[in-house]
């Protein structure tokens, strides 16, 4: 492995871990540039419509500013290198959060997708697929988590 390889690979796991802290921060400027201006989101596994970059982050905003906490954990990224300035990402999340209107803290757990390229400005995804597996302790298990911060 180059050292060029070893760097790409620290600065798509520092891709990763911004996208936790922006969100979490809820610093929606700073979710943007984790992103290409052409990127798609897909966040439809928890309800949400998958669509362009700046739709589905204003819809992501609208929801989770009204979540007094959330806390993304990112962990066991792995990268698959399609060529020098392309890659499939994936990597595990472990979210404790707490919704508006539900005692004790909620869960979900699953896998982000990225196709991540590099760009003049460093390692950006153009698209994201959010895989939700789990939720504990939803309000309405028969909603998903978009619908519980849409109402």
Not at 1 to 16: F, S
Not at 94 to 111: A, F, K, S
Not at 114 to 120: M, N, S
Request: charged share 20%; proline share 4%.
């Amino acid at each position: 492995m180059t050292l060029q390889r070893l760097q790409d690979r620290l600065d798509i796991a520092d891709l990763l871990y911004k996208y936790a802290t922006s969100v979490d921060t809820k610093n929606w400027e700073a979710l943007a540039t984790v992103f290409t201006e052409d990127a798609h989101l897909d966040y439809s596994s928890v309800g949400y419509p998958a669509g362009a970059r700046d739709q589905v982050i204003a819809m992501l905003s609208r929801g989770l500013d009204r979540c007094p906490m959330t806390q993304h954990f990112v962990t066991n990224i792995e990268i698959a290198f399609v060529d020098d300035d392309t890659a499939n990402v994936s990597a595990m999340f472990y979210n404790p959060m707490q919704l508006p209107g539900v005692d004790g803290l909620t869960y979900c757990g699953g896998n982000y997708h990225h196709e991540v390229v590099r760009t003049a400005d460093g390692w950006k995804s153009r698209k994201v697929v959010e895989e939700n597996l789990w939720f504990s302790n939803h309000p309405d298990p028969s909603k998903n988590g978009a619908a519980v911060l849409q109402s």
